[in-house]
Each structure stands twice: as C-alpha cells, then as structure tokens.
C-alpha cells in the first residue's frame, strides 16, 4: 500500500513538471500571437518604459508636427543590432502617434537609389552609411518639420546610440514644438567653438546647449552685457579686467542668472603646445576673489581633490614599461555623490571631473548655500604644483591622505547679494550712462551655480567619439552634458526636458563582450581596411580604363578586354573575403550574446525545473528508504 501511494507521488510529481514545461511553452505561443505590443521593462534604469517627461511633451503639443523616417528596406543587412534598433523605433513612434493624439505624424519612406526618396532624406540633412557587402548605401535617420517650417533631423540612427533613443527622438519633437528660445551668454577662455585653421571642432557641450537655447558667445572687455541674456555661463574666464568683472557683478545685481565653471588649474588651457614646457596659466579665481566673497563662496585656486574611490586608470611610463596605475585626480562620482532631492541632479548617474578644485560657504556669510555634488569621504587636498608640469599618478596616489571629509564640487548660491563693489564702479569703467545705473543690491533673489571644474566642459571628459561608416559618432559616457543643461533649465525656469535626461548614460559595461569587442577589432579591422582598399582599386582601375578608351574613341582590344575581367574576378572574390572577415568579427559577439539571450528566457524557467526535479529526486530517495526500513 505504501509502494504504491509512493509511486502515486512520484507519478504527480513528474506530471506536475510536464505541466508546467507545457504551459510555459504554451503561454509564449499566445503571448506571441496576440500580444506582441506588449512590453514588460525589467532593466534597471527603465530604458524601455517611455518616461513621463516624453508623455508630458507630447501631450502638450499644439500643432501638428511631420515627421519622416527613411529606412532602406536592406537594413537588415546591416546585421541583428540594426534590426533590432528599427523595431524599436517603429515601437516608439507608433506610442508618440497614440499619446500626440495623432499631432504626431509620421511618413515612413524608403531611399532608393537615384529615386526622389533619396533627393528628399539629403535634403532634410539624413545621411547614408555604406554597405560594402552589396556595394550599396543605407539610409536609418529621420527628419521633423513643424507649421512654421522649422526643420531638424537625426542625421542616423546608429545601434552604439540605441540607449539614448528616447531622448533622442524626444529632444526633436520638443525642439519643434518650442520655436522660441531662451539666449544663454557663453563667456571664457576655454575653446569650446573650436578652432577653424587648425581644424578643432566645436565642443560637444555648445551643439547641446544650441539644441535649446540661442547662444551668444563673448569676448575681451565687456563693460555691460546685454539685458536679453537670462543666464550668463562662465567657462573659465581666465584673468580678467576690473570693467568685465565688474559688469558680471551688476549683471546678477540686475536679476541675471550665473552657471560658472572655474577651477584652480585647467588642463585644456594648460595643455602642451609641443613647444616645450609651459608656464601655467593664471587662473580666474585670482580676478574673480571680489566676485566670490560678495557670493559668498570660498576656493582655493592652490588646491585640488583626488578621489580614491572614483580614481581613473591611466597609463603611464615607468622606466622600459608601461603601466596602469589610478589617477586620483580624474574620478568620477556616483548617484550617492549627489543632492537626491535637487531636480538637476536626481535623474543623472555619472559625472567625470578632472583635476577639480574645492568650494566652500564663507565664514559669516548668509546666503542660502546648497552643496548638490560631492566628493566620496575618500578623497583629500592635492597641491596643484603636483599637476602643473608633468603628473606622477603613483607619487600622487601615495601622497594622498584622506581624513574622511566629503568635498563640495558643484553648489548653487540663493538668496540677497550685496556687490562686489561697494564703493561703486571701478575706474577702468569710463561709460558714465553704466556708472550712474550702479546698483548695490540685487533687485531679487539671486540664482548661481558653480562648477569647481572648467574641463568638466571638455569632451575628453565625457564624450567617446567612434568611427561610423567615415562619420563621427559622439556617445556620451558621462552625464556633464546633462548637468550643464539641467542647470540652464532651473536657472531659466524651464524644466520640460529635465526628466528625460541622463536616461541610457552607463558605465556598467559587460566586461566580456566588451574584451571580445576590442580583440576582434585588433584581429579583423586592419584585414577588412585592406580588402576595401583593394576593392576601391580595382574600381577605379576599370573606370581609368573605361574613361581613357571612350576619350580616344577606340574599341577595346582583348587585352583592355582581360585587363577589366581580371579586375572585376578579382573583385567578386575580394568581396566574399570580406563578407567572411565582416561575419567573423562579430561570429563570437553574436554567439555570447545568444548565449545571454537564452539564459536570461529559460534561464529561470529552467533553474524552476531543476529546483522541482531535486525536490522530487530528494523525496523519492527518502519515501524509497521509508519504505525499505518498514519493510
């Protein structure tokens, strides 16, 4: 009776098991079939749940506004990641259609070829990447256009990007929808507009403040800026005259909002021009100290923070090798590190300092002083003769002495200010109408923040720049951008897009895939650059021939005849050479990443299982001894 009540159990146990694989199986099929809009989010920062900044935008649009997606109908070629981005991108327009209320109208065009479709995605500023496997160009970017015939486009949409879609697809919108911008004065000596005859481009930061706010950028002695300009940004002014500080007093005095970024020592202003070593340049907190005191802030333009915790890896020459040892002086900071309740940080996850400085609230002062980032308690005061010249990172690390102290980075400064100047103008300001308009007070509640980082701006702080098919492609790492424009919005009263930033900005790299990544690359790239080198050869080596016979008006004799042969024989094999090294660059990373994509599907069902299975396997075991020992 027990034997058979035993096998009764296992029997229910194994039916149990089959149940569940089968309506496991069976529930994918029907959710297949009827619910493949559906979307359960389950990453950590939601990527793929719109935010409710993008539903906020989008619900308060008031005009229609056009949008066009030209997708070659090839994309697939271009491999599973631009599949998969595509798919994405069909997903979210169909949601902005749906909460838009259908203000949001999207032509979805395909560019072939010499056809108008092609003329149309040049003209609305979409460009095309190549195709080499079928000698084509494919086109993935998408261009808006709203009722006063405003234009802007997403040039392409690239898979290294896919993180930032929503932010991306979202800023275009929003940028159609608010024609009139508010003016942001740019003022400073760092070179964020690039430098045309040595071919620099312009920073990153200033296309990004450009995508919401007009600019205008300043320069040399400025006795009053212009009462148009809401915020005012410092990029590290450099040494400064009494008339130009002087007009930054009155500006704030007047109710201007001030976003500063100073430091004690700027690695872009000090960096190396090839000619030797080079005194370092005088930094603006030493022409700024009378604007600072009447702020309230202290910094000392001789001290800068290293962070243990955030320290960058660099590497370095110690005598025949190469090392890697932490910089300390290049870190970066965590969600932890900043004002959680403060909007202009509460959605940002990373921000990157290099060689930043102190601040402090001054003794006495009485103004309303709010730390918002902040160094780790492992971090202490760095001598900026330390940086100056030439840097030892393993010197500096081992000098380091922390005392547990938590360093102010980024503050921002409410409240009734008194002026610099108390005693009036300077006399250096010889413009009477601007010397008898001399204010002594703020009219209202003045609004600063300050950076203690000037190349906290720069790009190599947090931009990666990759290389997309002959085009740069910008991929921020860092959330600075983010800071810089969020900081603008709360100084200017505008907070729509504040929500949405910060969004997809991560450090957490698969380590795998991205070491899988950087070998194929070494192994395949340099094999794949000479295969189209070749190619390209043996297409211009038949148009010569082409081009040179047609001039002469001669027939081709049999040996230009081979000759064009040869070349295009040896092109179609040069092709399937390069279809086979193009497949097995990524042969590994497409392996891994099945590998992960069916661990993280059946991994749990299947971990469920073999829980169950033990479960059965222990009870059989013991129920089988019962029965013996009874026996």
Not at 171 to 180: A, E, G, M, P
Not at 212 to 236: H, P, R
Not at 260 to 265: E, N, S, Y
Request: aromatic fraction near 8%; proline fraction near 4%; glycine fraction near 6%.
């Amino acid at each position: 009776m027990r034997s058979s009540s035993f096998m009764n159990r296992l029997s229910l146990s194994w039916i149990s098991v089959a149940l569940y694989v089968v309506c496991f199986i069976c529930s994918n099929i029907l959710v297949d079939a009827h619910l493949t809009s559906a979307r359960l989010d389950l990453t950590q920062d939601r990527t793929y749940t719109i935010s409710e900044a993008t539903k906020q935008i989008l619900e308060e649009i008031k005009e229609p506004i056009k949008l066009r997606l030209y997708s070659s109908a090839g994309i697939e070629d271009m491999g599973p990641d631009y599949t998969s981005l595509k798919t994405r991108i069909d997903d979210l327009l169909g949601e902005y259609i749906r909460i838009s209320k259908g203000l949001i109208i999207v032509e979805t065009l395909d560019p072939k070829r010499y056809s108008i479709e092609e003329d149309l995605a040049v003209s609305d500023g979409v460009r095309s990447i190549p195709n080499v496997i079928k000698s084509s160009q494919i086109f993935l970017g998408l261009s808006g256009r709203n009722s006063t015939n405003g234009r802007y486009a997403i040039p392409h949409f690239a898979p290294e990007r896919s993180a930032f879609l929503e932010y991306d697809l979202t800023r275009l919108i929003y940028d159609l929808s608010n024609t009139k911008k508010r003016i942001v004065g740019i003022y400073g000596d760092l070179p964020l507009n690039g430098d045309k005859t040595q071919r620099l481009p312009a920073w990153m930061i200033v296309d990004t403040i450009e995508r919401f706010y007009e600019t205008q950028t300043l320069f040399g002695t400025i006795e009053k800026f212009n009462d148009e300009i809401e915020v005012l940004l410092l990029a590290e002014p450099g040494e400064l005259d009494a008339t130009t500080v002087y007009a930054i007093d009155q500006f704030v005095m007047r109710g201007g909002r001030v976003l500063a970024f100073v430091d004690p020592f700027s690695e872009i202003l000090n960096a190396s021009t090839g000619n030797g070593p080079q005194p370092p340049r005088r930094t603006s907190l030493v022409t700024l100290k009378p604007l600072l005191k009447s702020w309230g802030i202290d910094l000392n333009e001789r001290q800068i923070i290293g962070d243990l915790t955030g320290a960058l890896k660099v590497q370095m020459k110690k005598g025949n090798q190469i090392i890697a040892t932490e910089y300390p002086a290049w870190f970066d900071l965590q969600k932890e590190n900043f004002v959680q309740n403060e909007i202009i940080t509460s959605n940002l996850s990373i921000l990157s300092f290099r060689t930043a400085g102190h601040l402090q609230k001054r003794v006495g002062t009485k103004v309303d002083w709010q730390p918002i980032v902040w160094s780790t308690s492992k971090a202490g005061i760095i001598d900026v003769a330390q940086v100056e010249y030439a840097p030892d990172p393993t010197e500096i690390l081992s000098n380091l002495k922390t005392t547990g102290d938590k360093f102010t980075l980024v503050a921002r400064i409410r409240g009734a200010l008194d002026t610099a100047f108390p005693n009036g103008p300077p006399k250096s300001l010889i413009n009477n109408r601007i010397r008898k308009q001399h204010r002594a007070k703020t009219d209202t509640s003045a609004a600063i923040i300050i950076v203690s980082d000037a190349d906290f701006l720069s790009d190599t702080t947090w931009i990666e720049t990759k290389n997309l098919g002959g085009q740069e492609l910008k991929i921020p790492f860092s959330n600075n951008g983010d800071l810089v424009l969020n900081a603008l919005d709360q100084l200017t009263g505008s907070s729509a897009m504040m929500g949405l930033r910060g969004r997809g900005v991560s450090k957490r790299r698969f380590e795998i895939i991205d070491n899988m990544e950087r070998k194929a690359e070494k192994k395949y790239r340099s094999k794949e650059k000479i295969l189209i080198s070749r190619i390209k050869a043996n297409e211009n080596l038949i148009k010569n021939i082409q081009k040179t016979e047609l001039k002469k008006g001669v027939t081709f004799t049999k040996e230009h005849q081979k000759n064009i042969d040869n070349a295009r024989d040896e092109m179609l094999q040069l092709r399937m050479e390069l279809r086979q090294v193009q497949f097995s660059l990524r042969e590994d990373i497409d392996a891994l990443k099945w590998f992960l994509s069916v661990l993280n599907i059946w991994g749990t069902p299947s971990l469920i299982c073999l829980i169950v299975l033990v479960i059965v396997g222990v009870r059989s075991y013991r129920d089988k001894h019962f029965i013996v020992n009874k026996l």
